[in-house]
């Protein structure tokens, strides 16, 4: 009698078991982003603090929503718009270069390509974590091949070997980052005076490089941080590992993510600190603050 009730009790709990472990593979492939072929380039769950964590995705009635961290103060470009419009400091800027790196370095260890670095993919936190996103661009590459010939970023930043459409590496990412290095410490885009796709393919492609402007109080060794990102030869760039050791980012104390992240916080304290006071400074004034834009 006892023996029944127990493989009654026992066939019952393993249907209700199964049944429900039905159901949720049934809900999984409703929600699985691979419903959708689009989506297969969608970055997995990775572990580095220097990329943004991606949560999930979802796929609706024609709409793809994809989930991933929030980072509080935005992305590069907002955050020299809101606090550094005169362009980042080097120390600051020494710092975040090192996140960044450090999670190109991620991407080549696992062997992607970012594809889209530009200020507006760094993301910041008020934890003085520098974050890179939209990476999900960046193409799985064969080990063995490591080479690519799609069009895929914004053409604004793309190396002079992407615009050619010769085969490109890792070395172009760190192209880039050079450039949104110049960017960020000036808080002027190298190539801004030029309007045209042809003219900018020509002038990127064929003129000399871009520099950091002579005589600005810039440091020796970040005007050569920055000449050796953009070498127009793309095997004369260093790879990110080893610019992570390099003497700039040494000066400024980053030497680990500890380190780099912790001189982000100090900034960003500040900047945050300046900002409310000057907010209600503004607001005690009882102005509208109006009168204070430039
Ligand atoms: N995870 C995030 N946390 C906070 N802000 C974000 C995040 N992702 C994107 N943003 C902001 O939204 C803007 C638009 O992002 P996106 O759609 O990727 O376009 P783009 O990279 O071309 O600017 C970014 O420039 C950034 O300022
Ligand atoms: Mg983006």
């Given at each position: 009698?006892?023996?029944?009730?127990?493989?009654?009790?026992?066939?019952q709990f393993f249907f209700q078991i199964f049944f429900?472990?039905?159901?949720?593979?049934?809900?999984?492939?409703?929600?699985?982003?691979?419903?959708?072929?689009?989506?297969?380039?969608?970055?997995?769950?990775?572990?580095?603090?220097?990329?943004?964590?991606?949560?999930?995705?979802f796929y609706r009635e024609g709409k793809i929503s994809?989930?991933?961290?929030?980072?509080?103060?935005?992305?590069?470009?907002?955050?020299?718009?809101?606090?550094?419009?005169?362009?980042?400091?080097?120390?600051?800027?020494?710092?975040?270069?090192?996140?960044?790196?450090?999670?190109?370095?991620?991407?080549?260890?696992?062997?992607?390509?970012?594809?889209?670095?530009?200020?507006?993919?760094?993301?910041?936190?008020?934890?003085?974590?520098?974050?890179?996103?939209?990476?999900?661009?960046?193409?799985?590459?064969?080990?063995?091949?490591?080479?690519?010939?799609?069009?895929?970023?914004?053409?604004?930043?793309?190396?002079?070997?992407?615009?050619?459409?010769?085969?490109?590496?890792?070395?172009?990412?760190?192209?880039?980052?050079?450039?949104?290095?110049?960017?960020?410490?000036?808080?002027?885009?190298?190539?801004?005076?030029?309007?045209?796709?042809?003219?900018?393919?020509?002038?990127?492609?064929?003129?000399?490089?871009?520099?950091?402007?002579?005589?600005?109080?810039?440091?020796?060794?970040?005007?050569?941080?920055?000449?050796?990102?953009?070498?127009?030869?793309?095997?004369?760039?260093?790879?990110?590992?080893?610019?992570?050791?390099?003497?700039?980012?040494?000066?400024?104390?980053?030497?680990?993510?500890?380190?780099?992240?912790?001189?982000?916080?100090?900034?960003?304290?500040?900047?945050?600190?300046?900002?409310?006071q000057n907010e209600s400074g503004d607001g005690g004034?009882?102005?509208?603050?109006?009168?204070?834009?430039?």
């Open positions: 009698m006892t023996l029944t009730l127990f493989f009654q009790f026992f066939f429900q472990l039905v159901f949720f593979v049934m809900l999984l492939c409703y929600f699985n982003p691979l419903h959708c072929n689009a989506l297969h380039f969608l970055p997995t769950q990775c572990d580095c603090h220097a990329l943004v964590k991606f949560h999930g995705c994809v989930a991933i961290e929030y980072m509080n103060l935005g992305s590069l470009d907002q955050v020299m718009d809101r606090f550094a419009p005169q362009g980042i400091r080097e120390p600051e800027l020494a710092a975040i270069t090192f996140q960044c790196l450090w999670g190109l370095a991620y991407l080549k260890h696992e062997h992607r390509l970012h594809r889209d670095i530009k200020p507006q993919n760094i993301l910041l936190n008020s934890d003085g974590r520098v974050k890179l996103t939209d990476f999900g661009i960046s193409k799985e590459l064969e080990n063995s091949i490591g080479k690519c010939m799609t069009i895929v970023g914004t053409f604004k930043y793309m190396s002079p070997e992407r615009i050619l459409a010769e085969k490109y590496s890792y070395s172009s990412d760190i192209w880039s980052m050079g450039l949104v290095l110049i960017e960020c410490a000036t808080n002027a885009y190298p190539y801004s005076g030029i309007h045209s796709m042809i003219e900018m393919a020509q002038t990127v492609t064929e003129a000399a490089p871009p520099t950091l402007p002579p005589q600005s109080g810039f440091t020796e060794q970040f005007h050569e941080f920055v000449d050796m990102c953009l070498k127009k030869d793309p095997s004369e760039r260093p790879v990110a590992t080893k610019l992570l050791g390099n003497e700039w980012l040494k000066s400024h104390q980053c030497s680990t993510m500890k380190s780099a992240t912790n001189q982000c916080k100090g900034w960003v304290d500040e900047l945050l600190g300046v900002n409310q004034g009882g102005g509208s603050g109006g009168s204070k834009k430039k």
